[in-house]
């Protein structure tokens, strides 16, 4: 879950919230520091541990709102004799957790950020602690701007940050019925999801996209203003169509092109064309995948890993040295 989900859930009430930050891991560890987790009255958004501490972390809201100051808890889950969290559960590893109250000036520059972020912006979110509390600071910039430094140096739990970054852009060009398992399964894997195609009455499908055109494929990649930061694939299955889209695209140099079709289609597709090491095609990892839900799967787990490999990140922590 992104930190950009915890954010959108602050919009939709007002009742008493907890934001809880992993700030330090050692040995096995679910979830790499930077992570974080929304509880807000019955319910939470996002996950630090395969289950083992989100019950006990959602007993101490009660008591954290009602003093109004953040709370450091650590959990040693390393023993094998521990059946309430640790190995014998799946848990391990020790991690330092920051629980704040979202209230005041937290709740409105987490609103802020998450303004920043629907506008394609990224945001650094700095604590510096103030007597029993924190004093907190917002930084807004361009992606690729401060907030998204490489992650170095001392993790402090007196002075950090927590980095929001927007997500990432899935463009589809071709809303067949293979697009949709794999809409689903981008959006799930914190990708923001647009849908293009030529065809009058192709997307009356309940793509979860943002956003939707019905156009020329010589005008889509214009009109949805693709650019470096976008993942685009191609899946129209119509051979004129897409090698007009491809020839349009090539230029805007997006993160990741993924193409649907054989090795052959796609060596007749690309013909004449500079291939960048963008190019994905066949798209998907080699899985064995067969199917529409399969095949999705293995796309899914291709951006993901072109994500990772790129340094983008859904979130994460900005170490003390670097403020």
């Not at 989100?54 to 094998?80: C, F, H, I, Q």
């Not at 510096?128 to 930084?139: A, E, F, H, I, M």
Request: net charge negative; aromatic share 6%; charged share 25%.
């Amino acid at each position: 879950m992104s930190i950009a989900a915890v954010v959108k859930r602050l919009h939709r009430a007002a009742e008493p919230a907890m934001l809880a930050t992993l700030i330090a891991t050692e040995g096995h560890s679910y979830r790499k520091a930077g992570a974080v987790m929304l509880f807000q009255g019955e319910e939470s958004v996002g996950t630090l541990s395969p289950g083992c501490l989100e019950s006990d972390l959602k007993l101490r809201l009660p008591a954290l709102w009602a003093s109004g100051l953040p709370e450091t808890v650590e959990y040693n889950m390393t023993s094998p004799d521990d059946f309430s969290w640790g190995e014998a559960t799946g848990c391990g590893g020790k991690i330092r957790i920051v629980l704040e109250p979202v209230s005041g000036t937290l709740r409105e520059l987490l609103l802020e950020a998450g303004e920043a972020l629907e506008a394609g912006k990224s945001a650094t979110l700095l604590r510096t602690r103030s007597g029993r509390g924190y004093s907190y600071r917002l930084d807004v910039s361009e992606p690729g701007g401060e907030a998204e430094r490489p992650l170095r140096g001392r993790l402090d739990e007196e002075r950090f940050a927590t980095v929001f970054e927007p997500e990432p852009r899935l463009v589809l060009f071709g809303a067949g019925h293979d697009a949709g398992p794999i809409a689903e399964l981008a959006v799930r894997s914190g990708f923001r999801l647009a849908v293009a195609d030529w065809r009058e009455g192709s997307l009356q499908s309940p793509f979860p996209a943002e956003q939707r055109i019905i156009c020329p494929p010589r005008e889509a990649a214009r009109r949805l203003d693709i650019g470096p930061g976008d993942y685009v694939l191609i899946c129209s299955h119509q051979f004129q169509r897409d090698r007009e889209f491809l020839e349009r695209l090539l230029p805007l140099e997006p993160a990741y092109i993924g193409i649907i079709g054989s090795q052959a289609r796609i060596g007749l597709l690309t013909e004449g064309l500079p291939v960048p090491s963008s190019l994905h095609a066949p798209a998907g990892l080699a899985i064995g995948s067969e199917g529409p839900e399969e095949i999705a799967v293995s796309i899914a787990a291709e951006l993901i890993a072109v994500r990772r490999r790129n340094g983008r990140r859904t979130g994460g922590m900005l170490r003390a040295a670097q403020m």
